[in-house]
């Protein structure tokens, strides 16, 4: 795990694709995926964010990215894709520790869908809690749930 640069956001913009295609297809309907799932969008999304330097980015070698933001709340983890091939193997894990490592004592939070049950257990294995909060997402209106760790 290493920290990205602009180059890799090709990269990252691949694997979201394939992650955001294949975790979220049971709770998001098929063109909404079609739409948000364009490569050449998530690349050129991805390099002006990373380009605008407010949004902390990750690579977990070729298969994987993590991407957090600072807020007024506190950190966001924003994003955290890796290739299907590479669940279960550690690799969410070691990006998500090291993000954790980066960001330090400051309280951290994301959001999940609600349905999500596999990433849900993941993050509460690492620290983080429901602390009730939902809301609508804009991805078909899906709810989302927002997990906290301090």
């Given at each position: 795990v290493?920290?990205?640069?602009?180059?890799?956001?090709?990269?990252?913009?691949?694997?979201?694709?394939?992650?955001?295609?294949?975790?979220?297809?049971?709770?998001?309907?098929?063109?909404?995926?079609?739409?948000?799932?364009?490569?050449?969008?998530?690349r050129?999304?991805?390099?002006?964010?990373?380009?605008?330097?407010?949004?902390?980015?990750?690579?977990?070698?070729?298969?994987?990215?993590?991407?957090?933001?600072?807020?007024?709340?506190?950190?966001?983890?924003?994003?955290?894709?890796?290739?299907?091939?590479?669940?279960?193997?550690?690799?969410?894990?070691?990006?998500?520790?090291?993000?954790?490592?980066?960001?330090?004592?400051?309280?951290?939070?994301?959001?999940?869908?609600?349905?999500?049950?596999?990433?849900?257990r993941?993050?509460?294995?690492?620290?983080?809690?429901?602390?009730?909060?939902?809301?609508?997402?804009?991805?078909?209106?899906?709810?989302?749930?927002?997990?906290?760790?301090?």
């Amino acid at each position: 795990v290493r920290n990205a640069t602009l180059e890799d956001m090709a990269l990252a913009a691949e694997i979201m694709v394939t992650s955001f295609r294949t975790a979220f297809a049971d709770f998001v309907s098929r063109s909404t995926l079609d739409a948000c799932t364009n490569p050449d969008n998530c690349r050129g999304m991805l390099e002006n964010i990373y380009r605008e330097g407010k949004m902390h980015f990750l690579m977990g070698g070729e298969q994987g990215f993590i991407c957090w933001q600072e807020t007024v709340e506190g950190v966001q983890i924003v994003a955290i894709h890796s290739l299907p091939v590479s669940w279960g193997t550690g690799l969410g894990h070691a990006m998500l520790t090291q993000a954790l490592e980066q960001i330090g004592d400051r309280p951290v939070f994301l959001w999940a869908f609600k349905e999500n049950r596999r990433a849900r257990r993941f993050y509460e294995k690492h620290g983080f809690r429901w602390d009730g909060t939902e809301r609508v997402s804009e991805f078909d209106g899906a709810l989302e749930v927002r997990y906290v760790r301090k």
